[in-house]
C-alpha cells in the first residue's frame, strides 16, 4: 500500500488506491505520512457502512515471538457488528517512521477507511485515536520486533488458524478515541 502521500478522499468515490485482493483489515501504520487501516469487504449495506464509519471501535494487539496481530471490532447498539484481525510486521516498512514517546498520554492518529472490495467503492471514512495504552504497548512491540531476528511464522499460523472473536478473547479490546 505504498503510494501517492496525499490523495483526496471521498465517500461515494472510487478508492484511488490498489486493493489486496480478498476482504479484511490492513494495518498500514509507521508510514512517513499516515497511519491508515484499511477495512475492505465486498456488498458492504448502507446500515453497515454507517456503523463502521460511526459506531463503537475497538482494537486489541496479539506480540509474541516476533509476530504483531492487531484485532479490530466494529459495535452496532452495543453488539458486535464484524470482528477483523490484521498481522503487522515493522521489519517490512522500509520508510518506517518510529515515533518518540514523550509522554503516557501519546496516542497514534489513525485514519480508517471503509471500501466495498467488489465494486472499489469508498464507503466510509474515519479519524480516530488509539489510546494511550496501546500506543505505549504498540510502539513498544515494534522496538521489539525490530531487534527480533525471527519473522514469527510460526505465530502467525497459529492466530490465523483462529477466528477474530476468538482472538478477540484473547487480549484487552481498546476502545478507540475520536
Known amino acids: 500500500m505504498n503510494e501517492q502521500r496525499f490523495s483526496a478522499l471521498a465517500i461515494n468515490q472510487r478508492y484511488p488506491f490498489e486493493l489486496p485482493p480478498g476482504e479484511g483489515a ?60 490484521s498481522p503487522f510486521d515493522a521489519r517490512l516498512i522500509s520508510d518506517i517512521q518510529l515515533y518518540d514517546v514523550n509522554s503516557v498520554e501519546t496516542r497514534l492518529t489513525i485514519d480508517v477507511h471503509i471500501v466495498d472490495s467488489a465494486t472499489k467503492i469508498i464507503r466510509g471514512l474515519r479519524l480516530i485515536t488509539m489510546p494511550p495504552g496501546m500506543t505505549l504497548e504498540f510502539l513498544s512491540a515494534v522496538q521489539d520486533q525490530i531487534g527480533v531476528g525471527r519473522a514469527g511464522d510460526e505465530q502467525y499460523k497459529e492466530w490465523m488458524a483462529m477466528q477474530p472473536h476468538e482472538l478477540a478473547k484473547q487480549t484487552q479490546m481498546w476502545l478507540m478515541g475520536k
Open 26 to 85: 490492513i494495518s498500514d501504520f509507521l508510514r512517513p505520512s499516515v497511519n491508515r487501516l484499511l477495512v475492505s469487504i465486498a456488498g458492504i449495506s448502507d446500515s453497515e457502512a454507517r456503523a463502521l464509519q460511526k459506531g463503537e471501535m475497538r482494537g486489541g494487539l496479539l506480540v509474541g515471538n516476533g509476530a504483531i496481530l492487531f484485532v479490530w471490532q466494529f459495535w452496532k447498539k452495543k453488539k458486535t457488528l464484524i470482528t477483523l484481525d
